[in-house]
Structures are given as C-alpha cells and as structure tokens.
C-alpha cells in the first residue's frame, strides 16, 4: 500500500502553465548563457515572482512536460542550482552573486526543490523509471538492501530480456520448512481470528496508531473494521494467512501481516498468486527487523500451501518493482482539502476559482438525451433494510429507496443482480485481457468485490436502453484517512477508482458519474491511479497529479518492466 498522496501547492494545468512561462522568461533572459542575476532566476523557478516552489508539483509537471519545455527548464534549474550552491559564474556581476548568497540562506527550500526537479529532469533524459516520491523512497543499490539480496526478486543493475517470463525458484512444498522462525525473545506467534470481534478491533487499532503516513505525517490511511472484513476475506480466504506477532506476558498485538488468494495473469502466464498486505509493525519495534521476519514468515505460509508467488504494492522503492504507477487526485470539497493541508491554492488563483473548476454538477446524472449514464444503477443492496430496484427501460427511476420485500419488484430486482454480476464477470475479463498483468475474477470474486457495501465498495452498471443489455460499469471503494492535529477537521473522507470498463459510454462521462456519485455519499476527493486506461479522464475531468507513487511488485517472478497502461492489478 502506497503512502497517502496529496495535490498540495499545485494543480496539473496550473503547473503547465508556469513551466511555460519559465522557458519563455528564461530564454529571453538569456538564462542559458549565464546572463541574469541569481533574483531573477529564482523568480522564473518560482513561476509567481515570490513565494516557494511546490516541490512535488513542479517535479511531476516536469515529468511530463515536452522535450523542448524540458531542456529549457533545465538551463534554467542548473544556473539556481549552481547559484544556490554560491557558485558565481566568472560573467555574473557582483550583486547577483550577493543574491545568490541570500537566496541560500533565505531560501532552503527552494534550494532542495531545485535539486529535486533537476534530478527528475537527468532521469527523463536517460529514459529511466520515474523515482517514485513516498515516505523513505530512495533508489538504494542492492547492498542496501540485505534482506531483498536474498530473496527471489530481480536485482537494481539486472536487465531483464523481453522474452523473460518466468519464476526464479522452483521449490516442492515438501522442501518448505514445518515450523516457523524463531522471533526474538519475548515475542511469539500468532494466528489471528478476524471474525473475532476482539480480534478485528486489534488490528484496526495497530493499523491506525501505526500503518501507512505520508511524508509529513500529517495523514494516516484509516481502514473500518468493515473494510478489513472486506480486503481480507475474499473467496479462499484462510485465517493461515493472517499472521500477528504478540507479546509475550501482555498478549498485545505489535505486528501483523496478511495474504489473500488471487489467479493473476502476468503477460500470458496465469498462475494461482497470493497478495501481500498490511505489513505493520509498532513504531516501537521497528529497530528490530520485525518486518523482516514477517515477510519470511507469511511467505514460509504461502510455501506449505503450495504458492509460490506473490503480488503487492509499496510507496518505497525496493528491488525490483515491475512497474510504477502514479496517484492523481480529483477534488470534491476543495476547500476541505485547502484547510486540512492536503490541496493548496496555486499560485494566482483564489480558493473560488478552485470551488469554481472542481464544482460537480449533479445534472450530469439526468443524462436524459442520448447516453445510458441516467441508469445509475446498484447492483444489490443485500442487508440493508432498503434498496433501488431496476429502472425500467427508457425511464430513469426514481432515486427514493423502497422495502427490498417490497414483493412487486422482488424477482426482477434480484434477476437483475445476477444479470449484472454476469455481466460485469463476463465484460470484465474480457476488458482485463488486453493487459500485461491483470487478476482473473471468478464469478464468486466479482459478487465479493463488487456488490455494494456502504461505506466499502460502491459499484455501478450502465444499461443500453434499446437492447437492455449492461454495457458498462464503474466502481471505486472506500478508504479515509485520519487528518493529523487538525483543529476543525479530523478525516479525510477518500474515493478511490477501482475496476472501471467503457465499452459503449465515454471514459469522461462514466467516471464524471463515478465522482457525482462520491459527492452523493460524502467524499472529499476521488483518487485514481494512472493504470489501465485511467489517462483518457484524467486530465479532461480536473484531477492533478499528486506527489505519491505506487510501485508494484512481483515476489519469485521475472518478466520485463511494464507502463501503467499495461497494468490491470488495482490492490487495496
């Protein structure tokens, strides 16, 4: 799981524009020849005259700016390094050097921001992997990592050929080890029951006292006792693999590790996989290694179970990831997300101009011209004691629940739920087929993932009103994030996308009903990742990239690096 990403100090198209601006003030400057003081350089980084640069929004924007904005910005970005640094150039006056002297010790900031976008833009021009930005992520060399350099993962320097595709290490489960690793002193095993009430609040309280935090720890991932119901008991789920370490004497849980079964394509290759989650170990006790022995251990699991390969997900980046996906984020309540340090206002605009470019017309769900998106419709809404039961054709239903033994409408609704669990099965894995490394549902792992529950996973499907059939269908799931000494707020209440397909509506118009919904339901911001076919909507819907990166991992398998857009896998 990725550290919590966040758009602040910037927003796509405003980044844009300011890199625009700077290569047009810089080449008229003559910023490449040296010419200029080191006040006005600071001024064509900064974009605004003043004011601090957005680190994570300036590196990102750089990411994608065109070549030549690139190479000007690059001049420019190594004249303020060096300037930051106090190096004068032999043609610069004496005042600018003053500047540059001031600039350093005013501006520190500034200084490691300058470094950062110049790093990202010498990493573009070698046509390396994008450097993920999350909480201790660094390109470390393999003897920084002891514990990954003997383990079946590919190596940092490892070139891995386009026909590879295949597992490292064949073991036999009768060569896995019987018993599991010996923990230090005070500390001992155990295999948690989480359909134990008790249970299930100790997770939750290690999780949210100690798991995932973004750099300025100034937001912390909160998953409900519901969700993790949800994420850890999908079909084949074993309480096997649910592994928490206690002290000894107290009886307090201090760590926890999951795994849950999952049948994963890996570019043709489908193999039974499981998908590691929720590493977390007490802030306490992470001096001794405790993580380490965790890994071994739930793989140890895994072994005597027969798998051998494993699939999951980190903000840092460690040997090797098979690819890099970056979080983009759509505001819903901007100046909720302004308040609590998640969203800043750019630079030369105001809070209204954002209320005004992240407002979400609710008409978009009328949809009452040419576009099936008016079927809004719910899969199922199975114990609860009210639901929406199928529109019929041609007629958008009213949104009113009603009794779900209301007996007129009982048959039909519930056929209509087995006709959209189908359909999203069916239409799903065709969709994911044309993707390098995808799941393979079944149609009990689409009912589990898929069928509504507030507060978790919210799905919808689009009906073609002249045939009937479900054409499409979008989904994003739940996951709030606790806001860090805030006096006026204390969550964050995020949508994240999940499993989408587009076969008859626009990318815009299905995911634009995604995020009318979240606002319907109280979210704050929508989340997407940049897998899949994501970038058809996301720069036309106003999401910004965010300074948080996901990098996935493949454990005993090796197979070519792949693009976002070649990756189907969403994990929680």
Same mark, same amino acid.
């Given at each position: ?76 970005? $190594? ?29 520190? $900031? ?5 470094? @950062?976008? +110049? ?57 896995? &080890? /019987? ?33 995932? $935090? ?7 991932? &909160? ?42 394509? #890996? ?13 977390? #170990?007490?802030? +306490?006790?992470?001096?001794? &290694?405790? /993580? ?12 005597? &179970? ?31 997300? #302004? ?8 630079? +030369? ?5 954002? +209320? ?5 017309? @609710?008409?978009?769900? $009328? ?12 899969? /199922? ?10 529109p019929s054709r041609g007629k958008r239903r009213p949104s009113h629940p009603r009794p779900v033994d209301y007996c007129e409408n009982r048959c039909c609704y519930f056929s209509f739920i087995i006709a959209s669990l189908l359909t999203v099965c069916f239409v799903g894995l065709q969709y994911l087929k044309q993707f390098e490394m995808a799941p393979e549902f079944e149609l009990e792992e689409v009912a589990h993932y898929f069928m509504p529950q507030d507060k978790i996973i919210y799905a919808y499907v689009v009906e073609d009103p002249a045939t009937g059939k479900l054409t499409d269908f979008t989904s994003f799931y739940s996951l709030p994030s606790t806001v860090v000494d805030n006096p006026k707020y204390d969550s964050i209440y995020a949508a994240y996308s999940f499993y989408n397909v587009a076969t008859k509506t626009s990318w815009r118009d299905l995911i634009m009903a995604s995020i009318v919904m979240a606002k319907k339901e109280g979210f704050d911001v929508f989340n997407a990742l940049d897998l899949m076919e994501n970038t058809k909507f996301l720069k036309d819907l106003a999401f910004g990239i965010g300074d948080g990166s996901l990098n996935y991992y493949l454990f ?17």
């Amino acid at each position: 799981m990725a550290t919590p990403s966040s758009t602040k100090n910037h927003t796509a198209d405003a980044t844009a524009q300011d890199l625009k601006k700077m290569t047009v003030k810089e080449k008229s400057a003559g910023a490449a020849g040296g010419n200029g003081n080191a006040s006005e350089r600071s001024k064509d980084v900064n974009g605004d005259g003043a004011g601090s640069v957005p680190s994570s929004a300036s590196s990102a924007a750089v990411s994608d700016a065109s070549p030549s904005t690139s190479s000007g910005l690059s001049n420019v970005l $190594e004249s303020v390094a060096s300037t930051s640094a106090g190096s004068a150039s032999a043609g610069a006056d004496v005042r600018g050097a003053s500047t540059s002297t001031s600039l350093t010790s005013q501006y520190p $900031e500034l200084t490691r921001s300058v470094q @950062e976008i +110049k790093e990202r833009l010498d990493q573009n021009k070698g046509g390396g992997r994008r450097a993920p930005r999350a909480a201790g992520a660094a390109a470390e060399s393999m003897d920084q990592h002891q514990f990954w350099s003997t383990q079946p993962v590919p190596r940092f320097d490892e070139k891995v050929p386009a026909t590879t595709n295949d597992a490292i290490e064949t073991k036999s489960v009768e060569e896995i &080890r /019987a018993e599991p690793r010996q923990l230090p002193a005070g500390f001992f095993w155990d295999t948690l029951d989480i359909n134990h009430r008790g249970t299930l609040e100790e997770i939750y309280n290690l999780l949210h006292d100690n798991y995932v $935090e973004d750099d300025d720890s100034m937001f912390r991932f &909160r998953y409900s006792h519901e969700f993790l119901l949800w994420a850890l008991r999908p079909p084949g789920w074993t309480n096997f693999w649910h592994v928490g370490v206690r002290v000894a004497g107290s009886n307090k849980l201090v760590s926890f590790i999951s795994a849950v079964p999952s049948q994963i394509r #890996v570019r043709g290759k489908s193999m039974k996989m499981t998908e590691v989650n929720f590493l977390c #170990v007490l802030k +306490k006790l992470r001096s001794k &290694r405790m /993580a380490v022995v965790l890994i071994q251990e739930i793989t140890r699991r895994c072994n005597v &179970r027969g798998i051998f390969q494993a699939a999951f997900t980190a903000g840092k980046l460690l040997p090797t990831p098979v690819g890099t996906c970056r979080y983009w984020h759509r505001s819903i309540h901007p100046a909720k997300l #302004v308040d609590v340090g998640f969203s800043s206002i750019p630079p +030369k605009s105001t809070l209204q101009r954002m +209320k005004k470019l992240y407002k979400v017309d @609710e008409v978009c769900l $009328e949809f009452d011209r040419h576009l099936a998106l008016d079927y809004q419709l719910k899969f /199922a809404c199975l114990g609860r004691e009210t639901s929406r039961f199928p529109p019929s054709r041609g007629k958008r239903r009213p949104s009113h629940p009603r009794p779900v033994d209301y007996c007129e409408n009982r048959c039909c609704y519930f056929s209509f739920i087995i006709a959209s669990l189908l359909t999203v099965c069916f239409v799903g894995l065709q969709y994911l087929k044309q993707f390098e490394m995808a799941p393979e549902f079944e149609l009990e792992e689409v009912a589990h993932y898929f069928m509504p529950q507030d507060k978790i996973i919210y799905a919808y499907v689009v009906e073609d009103p002249a045939t009937g059939k479900l054409t499409d269908f979008t989904s994003f799931y739940s996951l709030p994030s606790t806001v860090v000494d805030n006096p006026k707020y204390d969550s964050i209440y995020a949508a994240y996308s999940f499993y989408n397909v587009a076969t008859k509506t626009s990318w815009r118009d299905l995911i634009m009903a995604s995020i009318v919904m979240a606002k319907k339901e109280g979210f704050d911001v929508f989340n997407a990742l940049d897998l899949m076919e994501n970038t058809k909507f996301l720069k036309d819907l106003a999401f910004g990239i965010g300074d948080g990166s996901l990098n996935y991992y493949l454990f005993n398998w090796k197979c070519p690096e792949m693009q976002p857009g070649q990756i189907g896998l969403v994990l929680m």
